[in-house]
């Protein structure tokens, strides 16, 4: 059943009423989103290249990583993305506690991940993965392996930075939703899922081309 | 108002309904699953095969993402389409990239 838009409900000038400043909220979030796609993108096209160069290297640079542990955090993610959606949803319907509850795990979610994230990271220095910092035994004698390990963690590095700012984010939004008058009409929420969203499908498409590579 | 306001191309009278937190959990119980299944079949030694049906499972995910967590499937066809153009334009960065990767070929040593 469609929310319906109350005649006289106002809606900044130049928009002629809330569904469409709704929309062009949305819309103008899609064309941010798309400038980081663009971003990721090249990171994508690197690895497209360099595995395409070399596949065995990445498939064993790819055995190397925590697969197990990838796997959890992957899991960590969708859940904080459902979280997301239902915090959005609560404060669609205008129930503001349960919306700020949803943001806070969504936050909780993303921390863990970002724990997560420098454990695993911890663990490859210590094995000496991490390439021209601490280029030990373990690279040293294979370039193209290292060369996954380059990509490996510039991905993951942009990647967790962009958690990281989605946390603070949800920080911002959920401050701003506290005293919002009505939490049913108000767009910011949704766009910060929209970046929250975006933010987790990276990680989806990142985790098999790192850590399943056989 | 007094101004005019050109009539939109199609967009919803009303704000989209929220969706129902069945749909939500079951969006997230499906990408649970797939999850589950991308990381079963890279254990399954199957050549080629393997990075497409990951790749494949990935955007599947994607797509469950986009279309329910990001309501993309009750937007208007204005957002929908704002929501495809980023994709659209990497599938040209990786076609054009790969055209060159792969019709590469060694040229002869000068006679």
Redesign the interface.
Known sequence: ?????EAGASAR?PF?D???Q??AA??AM??F??????LF?GV??AY??YR??DPAAFARGSALLD?PLG?VN??VL??S??A???A??AA??GRRRPALGWLAGTAVLGLAFLAIKLLSWRHEWTRGLVPALHAGAALAAQPRVELFFVVYFIATGLHALHVLAGVGALAVTGAALARVRDPGRWNPI?LT??YW??V??VW??L???LY??? | ?GVP?PD?VS?????????A?AT??G??LA??AL?AL??TL??V?LGAW??AL??A??IA??LL??L????VRH??R??QV??A???V??MV??SL??SD??TRTPLSPWP
Request: no cysteine; hydrophobic share 65%; net charge neutral.
């Open positions: 059943m469609p929310i319906a838009s000038v002629a809330p569904a469409q709704h929309e949305s819309a899609w064309v989103l798309s400038t980081e796609v663009m993108g994508f096209a497209l290249w395409h160069a697969a796997t992957t899991a969708l859940t993305s459902l997301m959606a239902l959005v949803r669609a319907l949704e899922g929209l969203h975006f987790d499908i989806v498409f985790f098999p081309i399943l590579v056989r | 108002m306001v939109p967009r919803p009278l009303t704000r989209p309904a929220p969706p937190v939500l959990v969006a997230w990408l649970l999850l991308t990381v890279a254990h030694p393997n990075a990951a790749l499972i990935a995910k994607a993402i986009v329910v967590f990001m309501h937007a208007s204005l957002t704002f929501s153009l980023g994709f334009w990497l960065l990786f990239l790969m990767a792969l």
